[in-house]
């Protein structure tokens, strides 16, 4: 689409949501009331999930013989990313533990503090990054090199805008926390069982939103020197991980498009994932050749150069008619979702030193359900778009290879069967690795209770985007966020009550740290 029809487009439909997203404003044709095309979507559950309306209606036969290959492109593709996001949370929970140890963050431990916060954050980015253009070209938007162009540079540039916020606010909120939470002590015999399972929740949980404090006894540092080595680190890590990271989804989601694989069931658990572990590599090294000069001005110098390159990239943005209008837009649920996830660190507070290995089944329990929803929302919102399109006569829909796509409730069977093996290989490598020894009685019930959490996250996912919906608001801007943090909140209270239940059974696990300490 050209910039004169995409301008037409803009005059002629305010009020759309896919204009308000900046992303897909070719998708609603200014012939059609926003409100019937609302209320159709939201009643035809077919058409929300066939990315050939038309098709679909006009061959029902076409569709029945496409489903089963759609089903195994589900598999083929959603499976591998979810073991490997899973593993990828070990990763990044053995770095952290390793990270938390260096020099910068013994001697500003604001620096810890602002781990969790920042990750939280900045997943919730990457995720919304991936969704946007995963329904970009899946409704064929990226096919035209000049549009992807535009779409690409201007989602990067945006991206750039909102992790420097996100970046600032978390330097904020761990400087704040460190007036509120008294500094850890270090006995001089060995660490305590609470201490044990906080340095265990500090290694395998690093997206939580409250943090807790490195093990080490030294005073802390306030002042102006030591705000602006947190801001400074914190910025320049999110900024460059925002760079590196969004080109490399950027680069995958072309070659999904490129080589007929849908990014709806790739890219989000991976940017979730790989955002993770790329910001805490960035904010140990960072920090790490900062911390030399935290009196002097080379600090002061970066918050500076982040600046200006904010101010850059805020005029890029503002300038791309594809994303100026998501400028305004997608902050709210961004630290609606931090505010809710604080109430899941109060949880881990309260039952990660109660319960051997809490913190290490908190991990699957959380993150993969918020994984497999992630890759809902991603879907439908593709197919909200796409059936858009699809009502308007002059519109640039492009499906995608795939002709037709199965039911919602089909997806959601496949993806909660689909998910089952992670979580008994997850378990394996646990009990392989000698880190959790688990009954049999707990297997079965944590195996339940995830089941539970999965299907709580689809059925989440799918009200939750059908809502903001129907209100005009896009779900790859606003749905992510928010079921990430409810899924954190409810992962949690169904592993509280599996551990109640397993522990009047007589069937608690028992970790490897309990097991040297005896």
Known sequence: ????????????????????????????????????????????????LSTSYEHRRNDRSIVEVGRWPQVKDIVIEAAPTLLFTTIGLLFTGELLDHVSRWRAMREVDQLIMIIPVILNLKGNLEMNLSARLGTAANVG????????????????????????VVSFVAACVSFVLGFIIPRAEIPATQPSESILATR?????????PRPTLPPVDTSRKFGIHSFFMVVSTAMSAACLSSLILGSFMCTLIVICRRYGRNPDNIAPPIASCLGDLVTLLLIGVLSTLLIPFLNGFIPILVVVVVLLSFFFSFAATYRNLYVKDLIKQGWVPLFGAMIISSTTGIVLDLFVSRYEGFALLAVVISGLPGSVGSIFISRLSTTLHAVALSAAPSGTFRPSKNSAEPSSNLVMIVLILITIPVEIIFLSVLHGLGWLHPPFLFIAFSVVFFCCAVTASLFIARSLTHFLWSRKL?????????????????GQL????????????????HTKAASEMN
């Not at 301008?7 to 998708?27: D, M, Y």
């Not at 035209?144 to 990067?156: S, T």
């Not at 265990?200 to 939580?208: A, D, E, I, M, N």
């Not at 169904?494 to 696990?509: D, K, R, S």
């Open 474 to 490: 896009d779900p790859d801007t606003y749905a992510l966020p928010i079921h990430s943090a409810l899924m954190d909140l409810i």
């Open 494 to 509: 169904l592993l509280v009550l599996c551990f109640e239940i397993v522990t009047v059974l007589g069937a608690v696990p």
């Open 200 to 208: 265990q929740l500090l290694s395998l949980l690093p997206r939580r």
């Open 141 to 164: 938007e990226l096919d035209e090199p000049h549009i992807m162009r535009k779409i690409i540079f201007g989602n990067l540039s945006l991206l750039q805008v909102q992790a420097t």
């Open 1 to 48: 689409m050209n910039g004169v029809e995409l301008n037409a487009l803009r005059n002629g439909n305010q009020q759309s949501p896919v204009l308000e997203s900046g992303l897909k404003s070719s998708f609603i044709n200014d012939g059609h009331d926003d409100e019937d095309v609302y209320s159709e979507n939201g009643d035809d559950e077919e058409a929300l």
